[in-house]
C-alpha cells in the first residue's frame, strides 16, 4: 500500500532527483588553485589513501588553453599492413615499446617531452603475452595518419582544429578531420556520470578525461595488486575518482600491467609517478610536448 496521495505520486521521482543534485552539488571535488604546477600549464597529485582501502593514484591536469603544449603518439610500423610473422592472422599496425622508451626516444630527439602515459588496449593478447606488433586497438591517428580503423568503440581525440574529444566512434565515421586519436576500452563518465558496469574486479588503471568546458584534460592512474600497499580500483570506482579532480567525461584506457605515468625530471631525465617497477611494452603511448623549446639532443 502506497502512503502518497495520488495526485502527490507524480511529484515522487523529481523530489528523488532533486536531493540527488543537491547532494551532488554540496560534494567537495579537489581544488585545482590550490595544487601548484609540475610544469607551466600541467599540475599533478598524489593521493595515497586507504579508503575504500589501499590506494596510490597520481592525476595530472593538463590546462589545454596553453598554446605551447603539443601532444604525441606512435607512428604507424615500417611494415604497417603485413602479416604479423608471429602472430601472421593479424596485420601489423604498430611496433610494441615501453612508455619509457617511447619517452626516452623523444627526449633523445631533442623533443622537450613533459609527460608520457601508455593508451591503447590491442591485440594479440595470448601467450606469452610478447608479441612484437599491436593491431585491433581502436581508432589509432598519428599527426593526421591513420594507423588502425575505429570499431564503434570510444576514443580520445584531437581535431586538426585543436578541438578535444572522448565520444564513442562510428565504424564508418569520416576521420578525415582528426589529427590524433587513441581508442580505449569503454566510457566511465559522461555528462558528469558514472557509468555502470557489472565487474567489479580490482586493478591497475588508466583513464584519460575532459572537463565539461574542455579546457583541461585529466590523465589518471591508479597502482594496483599490492597488497596492502595499492590494491586497484573497478572501472566504476575510476570513473568516480576522476570525476572527483574535475572531469565530465572520462576512458578507461588499457590499464594492468600497462599502467604507466612519466614525468621529465627537467634535467633530461625521467621520472616515473607510478609506484609499478614494471614497464611492459604497448600498443601505443600518449606524449605531452613543449614546442619552441626543444631540449639539446644527449649525446
Known amino acids: 500500500m502506497s502512503f502518497f496521495p495520488l495526485r502527490s505520486r507524480r ?10 543534485c543537491v547532494l551532488h552539488a554540496e560534494e567537495k571535488l579537489h581544488d585545482w588553485s590550490k595544487t601548484p604546477e609540475l610544469f607551466p600549464g600541467i599540475r599533478h597529485v598524489f ?39 608471429d602472430f601472421p592472422s593479424l596485420p601489423i599496425r604498430t611496433r610494441r615499446i615501453t612508455t619509457y622508451q617511447f619517452m626516452r626516444s623523444a627526449l633523445d630527439d631533442g623533443k622537450e617531452m613533459l609527460a608520457a602515459v601508455n593508451a591503447t588496449p590491442w591485440r594479440p593478447w595470448v601467450f606469452p603475452y610478447n608479441h612484437k606488433y599491436a593491431a585491433k586497438m581502436g581508432l589509432v591517428i598519428s599527426e593526421g595518419v591513420k594507423i588502425e580503423e575505429a570499431d564503434g568503440r570510444p576514443a580520445f581525440l584531437i581535431t586538426k582544429t585543436g578541438e578535444f574529444q572522448i565520444r564513442k566512434v562510428a565504424k564508418e565515421e569520416d576521420t578525415s578531420k582528426i589529427q590524433l586519436a587513441l581508442g580505449g576500452f569503454s566510457m566511465i563518465l559522461e555528462n558528469g556520470v558514472v557509468r555502470t558496469v557489472r565487474k567489479k574486479n580490482l586493478a591497475p588503471r588508466t583513464a584519460y578525461g575532459l572537463s565539461k568546458d574542455r579546457r583541461c584534460l585529466f590523465i589518471m592512474t591508479v597502482d594496483g595488486r599490492m597488497k596492502g600497499v595499492s590494491e586497484g580500483v573497478t572501472t566504476e570506482e575510476l570513473g568516480e575518482w576522476i570525476r572527483k579532480y574535475g ?26 609517478l607510478n609506484k609499478s617497477l614494471f614497464y611492459r611494452t604497448v600498443a601505443t603511448s600518449l606524449g605531452i610536448c613543449r614546442v619552441g623549446k626543444a631540449a639539446a639532443p644527449r649525446k
Open 11 to 20: 511529484f515522487l521521482v523529481p523530489l528523488f532527483l532533486l536531493l540527488a
Open 47 to 85: 593521493l595515497d589513501t586507504d579508503k575504500p582501502r589501499p590506494l596510490k593514484i597520481n592525476v595530472l591536469r593538463v590546462d589545454l588553453t596553453c598554446k605551447d603544449l603539443r601532444f604525441v603518439t606512435v607512428k604507424k610500423d615500417p611494415d604497417w599492413g603485413k602479416p604479423m610473422p
Open 247 to 272: 572531469a565530465s567525461a572520462a576512458l578507461n584506457m588499457d590499464g594492468g600491467g600497462s599502467t604507466t605515468l612519466l614525468v621529465s625530471d627537467g634535467k633530461g631525465g625521467i621520472r616515473k
